[in-house]
């Protein structure tokens, strides 16, 4: 299975804005789920967004109200956009499977600061 292909990071101010995008197998993420995940260093990675095949959508407490994932399943793509960034929110994003998972994508590095 070929790894997701994240995109999208850079480096925003606080109350800034970001899309992120993955691009990945259809067949996998329609199985799977959809899910973002974000790592700093020294912590474990934590799922930040999730879609689910029922278009179920689950969220970490401290991105509600800021970030959404929607995905294209006939573009094999899965969004991650990201409203109201706060310091953070900085870490390095990846993009998988959230009922299963392949291998780990490079990541797209998300650096808020002023």
């Known amino acids: 299975q070929v790894q997701p292909v994240e995109s999208g990071g850079g480096l925003v101010q606080p109350g800034g804005s970001l899309r992120l995008s993955c691009i990945a197998s259809?067949?996998?993420?329609?199985?799977?789920?959809m899910g973002w995940y974000r790592q700093v260093p020294g912590k474990q990675r934590e799922l930040v967004a999730a879609l689910y095949s029922d278009r179920r959508t689950t969220y970490l407490d401290s991105v509600k109200g800021r970030f959404t994932i929607s995905g294209d399943n006939a573009k094999s793509t899965v969004y991650l956009q990201m409203n109201s960034l706060i310091p953070e929110d900085t870490a390095v994003y990846y993009c998988?499977?959230?009922?299963?998972?392949?291998?780990w994508g490079q990541g797209t590095q998300v650096t808020v600061s002023s």
């Open positions: 998988n499977g959230v009922l299963g998972r392949i291998a």
């Open positions: 259809g067949r996998f993420f329609a199985i799977n789920g």
